[in-house]
């Protein structure tokens, strides 16, 4: 594929956090490229690097060298507005914790995102394609940790954006949980055609996915397609 059929395009990429006399690689020589509409899991243990690589493709992080561009769009380079805006405008976050705001109900969460979007979705719409349109009116207290988890998937998807970047977003939650809140993500992937990005130390999860990429101490060590896909339903972990 030629580069701006790519969503993005890493080069070279390392990250190198400095602790007083410590240097700590995370990142050493990353080259990938990721495609319109796919469904990516990375994989690798505890600092492997997944976090630092998705953070730096999400615009939180700042390589230390080598290139990563958007749609063909240098990141490398960007100034901290435009870093901003391209995470405003092109970027869905989903965490291991919900950072759901309490005093708003799940409605209300989801349209603070609405409220700064180009295009958004209805928070309704978004909260439905989660599955969760009869609990719109809920505050976070009054739902359980799956529910909590899928009600800060739509508000990440609600903006429409381009990339949904998930960081172990099942990590808090039980297989049954986990299952509907993977279940959640792959709606939005096939129906919006959302890129996806996945990090998970669960392998069972890579059954899901288009590719999936192994990362260990900051390298990619392999990158395989999965020939056929598993629904969420069908993992077992």
């Given at each position: 594929?030629?580069?701006?059929?790519?969503?993005?395009?890493?080069?070279?990429?390392?990250?190198?956090?400095?602790?007083g006399?410590?240097e700590?690689?995370?990142?050493?020589?990353?080259?990938?490229?990721?495609?319109p509409?796919?469904?990516?899991?990375?994989?690798?243990?505890?600092?492997?690097?997944?976090?630092?690589?998705?953070?730096?493709?999400?615009?939180?992080?700042?390589?230390?060298?080598?290139?990563?561009?958007?749609h063909?769009?240098?990141l490398?380079?960007?100034?901290?507005?435009?870093?901003?805006e391209?995470?405003r405008?092109?970027v869905g976050?989903?965490?291991?914790?919900?950072?759901?705001?309490?005093?708003?109900?799940?409605?209300?969460?989801?349209?603070?995102?609405?409220?700064?979007?180009?295009q958004?979705?209805?928070?309704?719409?978004?909260?439905?394609?989660?599955?969760?349109?009869?609990?719109?009116?809920?505050?976070?207290?009054?739902?359980?940790?799956?529910?909590?988890?899928?009600?800060a998937?739509?508000?990440?998807?609600?903006?429409?954006p381009?990339?949904?970047?998930?960081?172990?977003?099942?990590?808090?939650?039980?297989?049954?949980?986990?299952?509907?809140?993977?279940?959640?993500?792959?709606?939005?992937?096939?129906?919006?055609?959302t890129?996806?990005?996945?990090?998970?130390?669960?392998?069972?999860?890579?059954?899901?996915?288009?590719?999936?990429?192994?990362?260990?101490?900051?390298?990619?060590?392999?990158l395989?397609?999965?020939?056929s896909?598993?629904?969420?339903?069908?993992?077992?972990?």
């Amino acid at each position: 594929m030629a580069e701006h059929d790519t969503v993005f395009t890493a080069r070279g990429l390392t990250k190198i956090y400095r602790m007083g006399e410590i240097e700590v690689h995370a990142l050493r020589g990353i080259d990938l490229d990721l495609y319109p509409g796919e469904f990516v899991v990375l994989l690798g243990p505890s600092g492997s690097g997944k976090s630092t690589l998705l953070n730096i493709l999400g615009g939180l992080d700042r390589a230390t060298s080598g290139h990563v561009s958007y749609h063909g769009k240098e990141l490398t380079g960007a100034s901290d507005r435009e870093l901003t805006e391209y995470r405003r405008y092109h970027v869905g976050f989903v965490f291991q914790f919900y950072n759901l705001i309490p005093s708003l109900t799940a409605r209300e969460n989801v349209a603070t995102v609405t409220e700064i979007a180009r295009q958004p979705m209805k928070p309704e719409d978004a909260l439905a394609l989660v599955g969760l349109a009869e609990r719109m009116d809920h505050f976070p207290s009054q739902l359980s940790g799956g529910e909590q988890q899928r009600v800060a998937i739509a508000r990440a998807i609600a903006k429409n954006p381009a990339v949904l970047l998930c960081d172990e977003p099942t990590g808090a939650l039980d297989s049954a949980t986990g299952v509907l809140v993977l279940e959640a993500l792959e709606r939005v992937n096939r129906d919006l055609g959302t890129t996806t990005a996945v990090i998970t130390h669960n392998a069972s999860i890579a059954e899901m996915a288009d590719r999936v990429i192994h990362l260990s101490d900051g390298h990619i060590t392999t990158l395989e397609r999965n020939a056929s896909k598993r629904s969420p339903h069908e993992l077992h972990w």
